[in-house]
C-alpha cells in the first residue's frame, strides 16, 4: 500500500510539473506589449505633440490608450507611451546626423508631426518640398527633410521677423498666445480657420495679424444672432458674420471672367464632406468640404493651389482646406449668403 501511494504521489508531482511547463510555455508565446514609460497630459498639449516628444506615431500612441478620437484628451491623463512603432516602417532616421536626407510618409503620419520629429517648422518642410497644401500627404510619399533647421526652442519666443506668425511652443494653449497678441481665442481661432480650440501641436504656424488687404464692411453685418456668409468679388475676400461679430474673414479664389461667380442673395442648400467634381476641362477627387448655395454654385476647399486672392474658378468659391472645414461645421443648412462687387 505504501508503494502505491508513493506511486500516485510522483505520478501527481509529475503531472503539476507538465502542466506548469505547459502554462510557461503558453505565455512565452503571448506576445506582450512593452511600455517604457507614462505621460501625465499637460495643459495645451496634444497627441500629436507628445506623440513627437516621445518619437512614436500618433496612431501607436492612440491604439496604445484606447483612444478613438485624437482630439479628446485630457489635462491629467495618464498615457501609456509604446515601446517603439505600431509595426510599419517609418523612414526617419536618414538625416539623424545633421545636414539634409529623406523620410517616407507612414501611415498616421502628418506634415506638422514630421517637421516636429526633425526639428523643422511645417512651413519650412512645406517650402523645402514645394508643397502649398499642409493637409495633402500620402503613404509612401518621399519628403526631404533638413534637420535642425527648426524654430528656437525657447517658449513664447518663435515669431517671424513681421510678427504676423507665432509658431506653437511645447505647453502653449490657444488662448495663451491670443492674450499675447491681443486677441480673442475666437478672432485667433477665426484668422486660422480653426474649429476645435484644443486642436494645437507643437510646431504649428499661426497668424495672428490679419491679413492687411481684408476690408470688413460692417453694412454687411446680418441682424443679431443671424448667420451670413459675405463674399465681395471685387477684394476677393470672404467674411462670415454672426450677427455683428466677424467669425472668419480671409481672402478666396472666385470664377474668372470667363466663368464667373454668380451675384446675388441665396442660402446653403446642400453639404457635403467630400465630392467628386467633373466639368469641361477638369476632373478633381476629393473635393473637401462642399456647401452649395445656388444650383451648381459651392463653397469648398481647394488643395490644388494656393493663389488665393486671385479668380481661379469655374464659378464656385475657392477657400483653403482649413479655412472651408471651418465654414463647414459653422455654418448650417439654410445659412444666407450675399455675393457682390
Not at 509612401?140 to 511652443?169: K, N, P, R, W
Not at 469641361?280 to 490644388?304: E, Q
Request: proline fraction near 4%; include cysteine.
Amino acid at each position: 500500500m505504501a508503494n502505491a501511494r508513493l506511486d500516485r504521489n510522483s505520478f501527481l508531482i509529475r503531472l503539476s510539473l507538465l502542466v506548469v511547463t505547459c502554462m510557461l510555455a503558453l505565455l512565452a508565446a503571448i506576445p506582450v506589449q512593452a511600455y517604457a514609460t507614462t505621460h501625465v497630459v499637460q495643459p495645451g498639449e496634444s497627441l500629436s505633440e507628445i506623440a513627437a516628444y516621445y518619437g512614436v506615431t500618433m496612431s501607436a500612441l492612440a491604439a496604445a490608450n484606447g483612444i478613438g478620437n485624437s482630439d479628446y484628451i485630457y489635462t491629467g491623463q495618464q498615457l501609456v507611451i509604446p515601446d517603439g512603432s505600431d509595426g510599419y516602417s517609418r523612414d526617419l532616421s536618414s538625416g539623424v546626423s545633421g545636414g539634409s536626407g529623406y523620410v517616407t510618409v507612414g501611415r498616421g503620419d502628418s506634415l506638422s508631426l514630421i517637421a516636429a520629429l526633425n526639428g523643422m517648422t511645417t512651413r519650412e518642410l512645406m517650402q523645402l518640398n514645394g508643397l502649398s497644401d499642409p493637409n495633402h500627404v500620402w503613404i509612401g510619399q518621399q519628403l526631404l527633410v533638413s534637420h535642425g533647421s527648426g524654430a528656437s526652442s525657447s517658449a513664447y519666443e518663435t515669431v517671424s521677423s513681421d510678427g504676423s506668425v507665432h509658431v506653437v511652443q511645447r505647453g502653449q494653449t490657444l488662448s495663451q498666445i491670443a492674450q499675447r497678441y491681443g486677441l480673442s481665442m475666437q478672432q485667433l481661432m477665426a484668422i486660422n480657420g480653426l474649429s476645435n480650440p484644443n486642436h494645437v501641436y507643437v510646431g504649428q504656424e499661426l497668424q495672428v495679424v490679419a491679413e492687411s488687404s481684408s476690408v470688413i464692411d460692417s453694412s454687411y453685418a446680418p441682424v443679431a444672432g443671424s448667420k451670413r456668409i459675405e463674399v465681395n468679388l471685387a477684394n476677393q475676400t470672404l467674411t462670415a458674420w454672426y450677427g455683428g461679430s466677424v467669425v472668419l474673414n480671409t481672402t478666396i479664389s472666385s470664377g474668372t471672367d470667363y466663368t464667373p461667380t454668380v451675384t446675388g442673395r441665396y442660402t446653403i442648400s446642400s453639404k457635403y464632406p467630400t465630392q467628386r467634381m467633373v466639368g469641361r476641362g477638369y476632373d478633381i477627387p476629393d473635393v473637401p468640404w462642399v456647401m452649395y448655395f445656388w444650383d451648381g454654385y459651392a463653397f469648398h476647399g481647394a488643395y490644388w493651389h494656393n493663389n488665393f486672392g486671385t479668380p481661379m474658378s469655374h464659378g464656385c468659391v475657392h477657400l483653403r482646406p482649413s479655412e472651408a472645414e471651418y465654414l463647414f461645421n459653422w455654418a448650417d443648412s439654410g445659412t444666407e449668403v450675399h455675393v457682390h462687387w
